[in-house]
C-alpha cells in the first residue's frame, strides 16, 4: 500500500542513500531528478534491509 512505499523511502535514506519523494498517486518516483541506480550494491543491500524491516512489520501487524 501507500504506507508501504513511503516506509521504504524513510527506510532507504536512513541506510544514507538519496532516494526521491514517491508521487502523490503512491507510485515510486514521482517526476524525481534523483538518479537512483537500483543494480549498485549500496542500493541492492538497503533494499534487502528494508525489506526485511517491512516485512517484519507486516507479520507481526504491529507498528515497531
Known sequence: GLGDVYKRQVCIREQGLDWPDSAPDGSEFGGADIKVDKESPEY???????????????????EK
Open 44 to 62: 541492492r543491500v538497503a533494499f534487502e534491509a528494508c525489506d526485511e524491516v517491512l516485512a517484519s512489520e507486516q507479520e507481526d501487524g504491529s
